[in-house]
């Protein structure tokens, strides 16, 4: 079997099994987001936070509950790291700088995972299980709640209630990302991926020489990093690392949970809003762009095109031999898709247009599928900008699922599509107009160019995924990066709650042969032609300077 | 005879009969753009274009332009800075030509208004007869007031005729050269300032306050003057104004990211787009120009002025231009059944006899028994005898004619020692029973099948005798199925109203083609459905001119009030028709939609223009940096200046060449949204991305020839 048919294979495998799990895996979460019961577990948890489980929330106090959660996340997680040369479990390592912690714990609480640091030289064993893996389920599960709160505001009428954050919070790590994160876990244990409380150890190799074999609870990390989209490597190679990602097998594994939770929410977005076919018109839309994206990076990468490494036969240099060149394209491409940032081979060994593609992905938002939960009220958020100039097309006040897209609406919209652009441009622009910045970065031109901007598109977009290439363990990087992180996380949210609030209160404007059908295809194509050019018209002029400039010469 | 007379009449011809696809427009005359051009001119003051984010942004580009192309002279700069200022008084002309279509109309409005005099009275009560005048100017009139109007005289002020009966010219408001009656009581009091009582002499109760009349807010509508900008606009603006945000960051951070790539890759020698300290100012002013929507901002107020505008020339004024905007979005629409679905007149369409009279014996009775009834019916009754059965008009004498009396509920004639009555089936089988004849056992299955296929039964006897019964018929209006299958595929539910019983209405309900109807309605009833409609999110639009259709017309979502109607009616009404016609709820649907449907098309098509824009710039730009990047010249232009010229040169012409569109309004066709979504798409979207690769490849090919530009 040549290598082309393998990619080919390995592709069209994952998307058969991630359709066949699409119903059953969404119905399961729509039953957890409805369900009226609690369990034993859960009714003590909100007896000890103090929370009772009926009381709903209008927007306002949703958001504040999933800004104070946040906050006081990251405050806990900021005095972890620098109290961690005090701890048990430390493994001899120091307490980590103000600006080292203050950018991992921004990074963890927002879903983004940007690693400024080496996993294996920095971090001990409880810092990295009771901080950062904690984090990796709960920032997963606000991403979640937040898209169920915008979800209720479309189902709901004449409500000002949107679900309780506590609840919501609570049922998704307890119901969902708890058990399938645990099997995980167990899967990649058996493929060979290291679970223990061990230091590292050193051995002699039959070479004669030494190596250094760490030890720490790898698995169960790894596991919750790929269903939670976090992408907080334990070690610094993230999933190229062979004691966390083993095999050829555990890489598909590996994808295959990345775009679990993003491909079935749209069905639970469906049956939600009593309409699967709303589903299955997001998830088209998700998949268009997504194959699209897998297609191109697979072929760039597999050309091998205007890369250094060109003249080796294919852009092999970055990657693991034991995925290929095309599989591991179809990571990078998935875990930019998505808010994940686990990498199994390095970005800027990409061809030109293939780390072009990686940037443009992030760019989009993250929406096919994108992270979990964010990718589903990021694609909602376009679908509305969508519906708004489709809308008026057609000759009516432009509505979507049966709620009048009128200013409010628009101005929520408006400030989610500006708030993550102007983070990126106008944070890569201070970084290349300071000499300091500048000097972090390896590469000179446009590919030096790409990094920096790379570094702001992710660290914004909450990817956490890196070009290599830029020394980002510096105070400015650090500082600047936790900003976007923060701002690029949590701004989003303020709007999405409160497009959410707005739209609940409304009464359902009945559906007739005058109104858009938000199903058919004509919708989809146009929802998809938005995303792209309003993405396209954004960022052009900087990635023209980037990979476009470096891929033309 | 007269059984129909309880409905209203008619007060206006209806318009053309059938369907009518297209909602046309105005045409826009070549000379309209000069004359508009100072208007043009003087908007270019800050404060006017505040209004207006997108434009006021171009026009701060323009002043830095100038002062760059001062400071730094160039034929180049001095070209850009022209086209430049030219989008901004391009923008301008859009609204200034809009505006100035309105002028003309309320120049003679206004013109109407000035010289009125009023005859005040001083005390009046109903009854009065001493009549104790003084003489006022027309503006001095406050609410309350009486005044007497005597024919040849104009109406002071908007009131109600509260004594007498006149004709009155209102041509000055409807254009309609008929003139209309006007009576104290009833539906038809309400008279208009402005317009001129051409008999009789009235008294009017003035119901408006100073500088609030009917004329007042006429003329403030065709000015455009204070337009408030509705619902769908501002959240457009919103959305453009984030683009115009997202554009502007996407070119100010453009310049550390240039300098940077200058800096490391060098470019040659300092030019007219780049040198040592990045991009230089000209270019970016132009990129930022090109790329924020100004080809729907330009156009946007244009669009809503010429939309009033449109309703405005088919004599609909409207309160606001929220109303127009809600009247695109209507769900449901409530017709009265009598003058809107079907013609005002019953016709005779069958003359049935009862078993043992022959039809020959009815209709001779039917004939004679209405030869002097000017009722229409009972024309229509001559008219069918004599062109189904042959029986032509005949003179008779000495005979005496009984006139419909509501407490007699019967019409006829004694002539010749025949007794002859005609009328409700109740009134006429009474009066048989009363003079001792009997009720043939087939009658009543004749009425039933009469009511039951939409007609009303008229009775015909002869003393004792019944002959037969008339089969009055409702006439559907030419058309109007057609429209109506049109409303249902914009999706649009339709309802008659009528006072008819419910199967006479279920039978021309499905005559007509309407989706529903409500039978035997009160007015009570009619609101109950409306707020019931709107319980369930929908929109309701109506036609009233009672008053007592009043309250019914606030609640409802569109209201249109006939000119003819009540001072109530038209106060409740977020519309008035001028000329009183129903069926023009249907165009205002129309129009509204068209609204939407313009600003839409030109906000796509204006996004999608930036793509070609992008391929002109960029590469023009950045080429001599990284000289890959002239493979995205795919429209190989002359050179970079050029280029960029071509491209802001494209975004002015491209505004001035869809003026006539934005005022006349894209084509609207009524169908269903995924129809019409895919044609717009088609034509704007893709029109849209294409079209501008052409036009700045063609005016690249002009101006390169300019010396001082390649």
Same mark, same amino acid.
């Given at each position: 079997?040549?290598?082309?048919?393998?990619?080919?294979?390995?592709?069209?495998?994952?998307?058969?099994?991630?359709?066949?799990?699409?119903?059953?895996?969404?119905?399961?979460?729509?039953?957890?987001?409805?369900?009226?019961?609690?369990?034993?577990?859960?009714?003590?948890?909100?007896?000890?936070?103090?929370?009772?489980?009926?009381?709903?929330?209008?927007?306002?106090? /949703?958001?504040?509950?999933?800004?104070?959660? %946040?906050?006081?996340?990251?405050? +806990?997680?900021?005095?972890?790291?620098?109290?961690?040369?005090? $701890?048990?479990?430390?493994?001899?390592?120091?307490?980590?700088?103000?600006?080292?912690?203050?950018?991992?714990?921004?990074?963890?609480?927002?879903?983004?995972?940007?690693?400024?640091?080496?996993?294996?030289?920095?971090?001990?064993?409880?810092?990295?299980?009771?901080?950062?893996?904690?984090?990796? +389920?709960?920032?997963?599960?606000?991403?979640?709640?937040?898209?169920?709160?915008?979800?209720?505001?479309?189902?709901?009428?004449?409500?000002?209630?949107?679900?309780? +954050?506590?609840?919501?919070?609570?049922?998704?790590?307890?119901?969902?990302?708890?058990?399938?994160?645990?099997?995980?876990?167990?899967?990649?244990?058996?493929?060979?991926?290291?679970?223990?409380?061990?230091?590292?150890?050193?051995?002699? &190799?039959?070479?004669?020489?030494?190596?250094?074999?760490?030890?720490?609870?790898?698995?169960?990390?790894?596991?919750?990093?790929?269903?939670?989209?976090?992408?907080?490597?334990?070690?610094?190679?993230?999933?190229?690392?062979?004691? %966390?990602?083993?095999?050829?097998?555990?890489?598909?594994?590996?994808?295959?949970?990345?775009? $679990?939770?993003?491909?079935?929410?749209?069905?639970?977005?469906?049956?939600?809003?009593?309409?699967?076919?709303?589903?299955?018109?997001?998830?088209?839309?998700?998949?268009?762009?997504?194959?699209?994206?897998?297609?191109?990076?697979?072929?760039?990468?597999? $050309?091998?095109?205007?890369?250094?490494?060109?003249?080796?036969?294919?852009?092999?240099?970055?990657?693991?031999?034991?995925?290929?060149?095309?599989?591991?394209?179809?990571?990078?491409?998935?875990?930019?898709?998505?808010?994940?940032?686990?990498?199994?081979?390095?970005?800027?060994?990409?061809?030109?247009?293939?780390?072009?593609?990686?940037?443009?992905?992030?760019?989009?938002?993250?929406?096919?599928?994108?992270?979990?939960?964010?990718?589903?009220?990021?694609?909602?958020?376009?679908?509305?900008?969508?519906?708004?100039?489709?809308?008026?097309?057609?000759?009516? &006040?432009?509505? /979507?699922?049966?709620?009048?897209? %009128?200013?409010?609406?628009?101005?929520?919209?408006?400030?989610?599509?500006?708030?993550?652009?102007?983070?990126? $441009?106008?944070?890569?622009?201070?970084?290349?107009?300071?000499?300091?910045?500048?000097?972090?970065?390896?590469?000179?031109?446009?590919?030096?160019?790409?990094?920096?901007? /790379?570094?702001?598109?992710?660290?914004?977009?909450?990817?956490?995924?890196?070009?290599?290439?830029?020394?980002?363990?510096?105070?400015?990087?650090?500082?600047?990066?936790?900003?976007?992180?923060?701002?690029?996380?949590?701004?989003?949210?303020?709007?999405?709650?409160?497009?959410?609030?707005?739209?609940?209160?409304?009464?359902?404007?009945?559906?007739?042969?005058?109104?858009?059908?938000?199903?058919?295809?004509?919708?989809?194509?146009?929802?998809?032609?938005?995303?792209?050019?309003?993405?396209?018209?954004? +960022?052009?002029?900087?990635?023209?300077?980037?990979?476009?400039?470096?891929?033309?010469? | 005879?007269?059984?129909?007379?309880?409905?209203?009449?008619?007060?206006?011809?209806?318009?053309?009969?059938?369907?009518?696809?297209?909602?046309?427009?105005?045409?826009?005359?070549?000379?309209?753009?000069?004359?508009?051009?100072?208007?043009?001119?003087?908007?270019?003051?800050?404060? @006017?274009?505040?209004?207006?984010?997108?434009?006021?942004?171009?026009?701060?580009?323009?002043?830095?332009?100038?002062?760059?192309?001062?400071?730094?002279?160039?034929?180049?700069?001095?070209?850009?800075?022209?086209?430049?200022?030219?989008?901004?008084?391009?923008?301008?002309?859009?609204?200034?030509?809009?505006?100035?279509?309105?002028?003309?109309?309320?120049?003679?409005?206004?013109?109407?208004?000035?010289?009125?005099?009023?005859?005040?009275?001083?005390?009046?009560?109903?009854?009065?007869?001493?009549?104790?005048?003084?003489?006022?100017?027309?503006?001095?009139?406050?609410?309350?007031?009486?005044?007497?109007? =005597?024919?040849?005289?104009?109406?002071?002020?908007?009131?109600?005729?509260?004594?007498?009966?006149?004709?009155?010219?209102?041509?000055?408001? @409807?254009?309609?050269?008929?003139?209309?009656?006007?009576?104290?009581?009833?539906?038809?009091?309400?008279?208009?300032?402005?317009?001129?009582?051409?008999?009789?002499?009235?008294?009017?109760?003035?119901?408006?306050?100073?500088?609030?009349?009917?004329?007042?807010?006429?003329?403030?509508?065709?000015?455009?003057?204070?337009?408030?900008?509705?619902?769908?606009?501002?959240?457009?603006?919103?959305?453009?104004?984030?683009?115009?945000?997202?554009?502007?960051?996407?070119?100010?951070?453009?310049?550390?990211?240039?300098?940077?790539?200058?800096?490391?890759?060098?470019?040659?020698?300092?030019?007219?787009?780049?040198?040592?300290?990045?991009?230089?100012?000209?270019?970016?002013?132009?990129?930022?120009?090109?790329?924020?929507?100004? @080809?729907?901002?330009?156009?946007?107020?244009?669009?809503?002025?010429?939309?009033?505008?449109?309703?405005?020339?088919?004599?609909?004024?409207?309160?606001?231009?929220?109303?127009?905007?809600?009247?695109?979005?209507?769900?449901?629409?409530?017709?009265?059944?009598?003058?809107?679905?079907?013609?005002?007149?019953?016709?005779?369409?069958?003359?049935?006899?009862?078993?043992?009279?022959?039809?020959?014996?009815?209709?001779?009775?039917?004939?004679?028994?209405?030869?002097?009834?000017?009722?229409?019916?009972?024309?229509?009754?001559?008219?069918?005898?004599?062109?189904?059965?042959?029986?032509?008009?005949?003179?008779?004498? =000495?005979?005496?004619?009984?006139?419909?009396?509501?407490? *007699?509920?019967?019409?006829?004639?004694?002539?010749?020692?025949?007794?002859?009555?005609?009328?409700?089936?109740?009134?006429?089988?009474?009066?048989?029973?009363?003079?001792?004849?009997?009720?043939?056992?087939?009658?009543?299955?004749?009425?039933?099948?009469?009511?039951?296929?939409?007609?009303?039964?008229?009775? #015909?006897?002869?003393?004792?005798?019944?002959?037969?019964?008339?089969?009055?018929?409702? #006439?559907?209006?030419?058309?109007?199925?057609?429209?109506?299958?049109?409303?249902?595929?914009?999706?649009?539910?339709? !309802?008659?109203?009528?006072?008819?019983?419910?199967?006479?209405?279920?039978?021309?309900?499905?005559?007509?083609?309407?989706?529903?109807?409500?039978?035997?309605?009160?007015?009570?009833?009619?609101?109950?459905?409306?707020?019931?409609?709107?319980?369930?999110?929908?929109?309701?639009?109506?036609?009233?001119?009672?008053?007592?259709?009043?309250?019914?017309?606030?609640?409802?979502?569109?209201?249109?009030?006939?000119? @003819?109607?009540?001072?109530?009616?038209?106060?409740?009404?977020?519309?008035?028709?001028?000329?009183?016609?129903?069926?023009?709820?249907?165009?205002?649907?129309?129009?509204?939609?068209?609204?939407?449907?313009?600003?839409?098309?030109?906000? *796509?098509?204006?996004?999608?223009?930036?793509?070609?824009?992008?391929?002109?710039?960029?590469?023009?730009?950045?080429?001599?940096?990284?000289?890959?990047?002239?493979?995205?010249?795919?429209?190989?232009?002359?050179?970079?200046?050029?280029?960029?010229?071509?491209?802001?040169?494209?975004?002015?012409?491209?505004? !001035?060449?869809?003026?006539?569109?934005?005022?006349?309004?894209?084509?609207?066709?009524?169908?269903?949204?995924?129809?019409?979504?895919?044609?717009?798409?088609?034509?704007?979207?893709?029109?849209?991305?294409?079209?501008?690769?052409?036009?700045?490849?063609?005016?690249?090919?002009?101006?390169?020839?300019?010396?001082?530009?390649?």
């Amino acid at each position: 079997m040549d290598s082309t048919t393998a990619g080919v294979i390995f592709v069209v495998s994952l998307v058969v099994v991630l359709a066949a799990v699409y119903r059953p895996a969404g119905d399961y979460m729509y039953r957890v987001f409805t369900g009226t019961k609690h369990s034993r577990a859960e009714r003590g948890i909100y007896k000890v936070i103090g929370v009772d489980p009926e009381a709903e929330q209008p927007w306002g106090v /949703y958001a504040r509950s999933v800004l104070a959660f %946040s906050a006081i996340s990251i405050v +806990f997680l900021y005095l972890f790291m620098r109290l961690q040369g005090r $701890l048990m479990l430390s493994l001899g390592f120091d307490s980590l700088t103000p600006e080292l912690s203050w950018n991992t714990a921004v990074s963890f609480v927002a879903n983004t995972n940007w690693q400024a640091y080496s996993g294996e030289s920095t971090m001990g064993h409880l810092v990295q299980m009771a901080g950062l893996a904690a984090q990796n +389920f709960v920032s997963a599960a606000v991403g979640i709640a937040v898209c169920v709160a915008l979800v209720r505001g479309f189902a709901r009428n004449r409500t000002e209630h949107l679900g309780n +954050f506590w609840v919501d919070l609570t049922r998704i790590c307890l119901r969902i990302l708890l058990p399938v994160a645990t099997v995980a876990a167990i899967v990649f244990i058996a493929a060979g991926a290291v679970q223990n409380f061990s230091s590292s150890d050193e051995i002699s &190799t039959l070479a004669g020489g030494t190596q250094t074999i760490p030890g720490g609870p790898a698995a169960s990390q790894e596991a919750i990093k790929l269903l939670g989209t976090n992408g907080g490597g334990f070690w610094n190679v993230n999933s190229a690392h062979p004691l %966390s990602n083993p095999t050829a097998w555990t890489n598909w594994i590996q994808i295959f949970l990345i775009l $679990l939770i993003p491909v079935a929410m749209p069905r639970a977005f469906g049956r939600m809003v009593g309409s699967n076919k709303q589903g299955y018109a997001i998830i088209a839309a998700m998949s268009v762009i997504a194959l699209a994206s897998i297609f191109l990076l697979n072929l760039s990468n597999g $050309l091998g095109a205007n890369t250094v490494p060109a003249a080796a036969g294919a852009g092999t240099e970055g990657t693991e031999t034991r995925f290929g060149v095309l599989n591991s394209a179809t990571f990078g491409a998935a875990t930019t898709l998505t808010s994940t940032g686990a990498v199994d081979s390095f970005h800027s060994s990409y061809s030109s247009f293939g780390g072009g593609l990686t940037m443009l992905n992030m760019m989009l938002g993250e929406i096919a599928p994108g992270g979990t939960g964010s990718g589903l009220y990021g694609m909602l958020m376009l679908a509305v900008i969508t519906v708004f100039v489709a809308g008026l097309m057609v000759g009516r &006040t432009p509505e /979507y699922l049966g709620k009048k897209i %009128s200013s409010r609406e628009i101005k929520f919209a408006s400030l989610y599509l500006l708030a993550t652009p102007a983070l990126v $441009l106008v944070g890569t622009a201070i970084a290349m107009a300071n000499p300091t910045a500048r000097e972090s970065m390896l590469s000179s031109g446009a590919h030096g160019f790409s990094e920096v901007l /790379y570094a702001f598109t992710s660290a914004s977009n909450n990817n956490g995924s890196a070009f290599a290439g830029l020394s980002a363990n510096t105070g400015f990087y650090n500082t600047a990066l936790g900003i976007c992180m923060l701002l690029g996380r949590f701004l989003p949210i303020i709007f999405v709650l409160g497009l959410a609030g707005s739209l609940a209160a409304q009464k359902p404007t009945p559906e007739s042969a005058g109104t858009l059908k938000t199903y058919q295809p004509l919708f989809v194509g146009m929802l998809v032609g938005v995303v792209v050019i309003v993405v396209a018209l954004t +960022f052009l002029p900087a990635l023209a300077l980037g990979p476009i400039a470096e891929g033309l010469s | 005879m007269s059984t129909a007379t309880t409905e209203r009449p008619q007060a206006q011809p209806n318009p053309p009969e059938g369907v009518k696809k297209k909602v046309g427009g105005g045409l826009l005359d070549p000379k309209q753009l000069w004359i508009s051009l100072p208007d043009a001119l003087k908007k270019l003051d800050p404060r @006017t274009l505040w209004h207006n984010p997108v434009m006021l942004i171009v026009e701060i580009g323009s002043v830095f332009t100038t002062v760059l192309a001062i400071t730094d002279p160039s034929v180049f700069a001095w070209v850009i800075t022209v086209w430049l200022w030219l989008t901004v008084v391009f923008a301008n002309l859009a609204e200034a030509v809009a505006e100035g279509r309105g002028k003309a109309q309320a120049d003679t409005l206004r013109k109407a208004k000035q010289d009125t005099v009023a005859r005040k009275l001083a005390h009046w009560k109903p009854g009065a007869n001493v009549l104790d005048e003084t003489t006022v100017g027309a503006t001095e009139l406050k609410l309350g007031d009486f005044v007497v109007v =005597d024919a040849g005289e104009v109406i002071p002020g908007d009131g109600e005729v509260v004594q007498g009966i006149a004709s009155v010219d209102e041509s000055a408001i @409807t254009g309609e050269s008929a003139p209309v009656i006007r009576e104290s009581g009833g539906d038809r009091s309400a008279v208009t300032g402005g317009t001129r009582v051409l008999s009789d002499r009235i008294v009017v109760r003035i119901t408006q306050k100073p500088g609030e009349s009917f004329v007042d807010r006429m003329i403030a509508l065709v000015e455009g003057a204070n337009r408030q900008k509705t619902p769908n606009e501002i959240a457009l603006n919103i959305l453009l104004a984030s683009l115009t945000i997202i554009f502007l960051m996407a070119v100010a951070t453009l310049q550390p990211m240039a300098i940077f790539a200058v800096g490391e890759q060098g470019f040659g020698t300092d030019d007219a787009v780049l040198n040592a300290n990045g991009v230089t100012g000209i270019v970016l002013v132009s990129l930022l120009v090109c790329l924020i929507p100004t @080809t729907i901002g330009a156009l946007l107020s244009a669009i809503g002025i010429a939309g009033m505008d449109r309703l405005v020339q088919r004599n609909v004024l409207a309160m606001s231009g929220r109303a127009v905007e809600a009247a695109g979005d209507v769900n449901v629409l409530l017709l009265d059944k009598t003058g809107t679905i079907t013609l005002g007149n019953r016709q005779a369409s069958e003359f049935v006899p009862v078993h043992g009279v022959s039809v020959a014996e009815l209709a001779d009775a039917a004939q004679l028994s209405s030869l002097a009834d000017e009722t229409p019916e009972g024309r229509s009754i001559v008219v069918h005898a004599k062109s189904a059965h042959g029986l032509r008009e005949r003179e008779i004498h =000495d005979a005496t004619w009984i006139e419909f009396t509501a407490q *007699t509920r019967m019409s006829g004639v004694d002539v010749d020692g025949r007794v002859l009555r005609k009328g409700a089936t109740s009134s006429v089988t009474e009066w048989v029973r009363s003079n001792g004849g009997r009720i043939p056992d087939d009658l009543k299955g004749i009425v039933d099948e009469v009511s039951s296929a939409g007609g009303t039964p008229l009775v #015909v006897a002869e003393e004792s005798r019944i002959l037969g019964v008339i089969h009055l018929k409702d #006439v559907v209006k030419n058309g109007m199925r057609e429209r109506f299958d049109e409303m249902r595929r914009m999706g649009i539910r339709t !309802v008659m109203i009528t006072g008819d019983n419910p199967r006479t209405a279920e039978a021309i309900a499905k005559e007509a083609g309407v989706d529903d109807f409500l039978a035997e309605a009160t007015p009570e009833d009619k609101l109950a459905l409306i707020r019931r409609e709107q319980e369930g999110g929908k929109l309701v639009a109506m036609t009233g001119d009672g008053t007592n259709d009043a309250p019914a017309l606030a609640q409802a979502d569109v209201g249109v009030a006939m000119n @003819t109607g009540t001072a109530a009616a038209k106060e409740a009404g977020n519309m008035v028709d001028l000329d009183s016609d129903p069926t023009k709820l249907i165009e205002i649907v129309e129009i509204g939609k068209q609204l939407l449907i313009t600003r839409g098309a030109l906000t *796509t098509f204006s996004i999608a223009n930036d793509i070609a824009k992008y391929f002109a710039i960029i590469p023009a730009i950045f080429a001599a940096v990284y000289p890959g990047l002239d493979t995205l010249n795919i429209m190989r232009l002359d050179s970079p200046t050029s280029a960029i010229l071509s491209a802001v040169v494209f975004n002015a012409i491209v505004i !001035v060449a869809l003026i006539p569109l934005a005022l006349r309004g894209v084509q609207y066709r009524p169908s269903d949204a995924a129809t019409l979504l895919r044609r717009n798409l088609l034509v704007y979207g893709l029109g849209g991305i294409i079209t501008p690769f052409v036009g700045i490849k063609l005016i690249d090919l002009l101006i390169s020839a300019i010396p001082g530009i390649s």
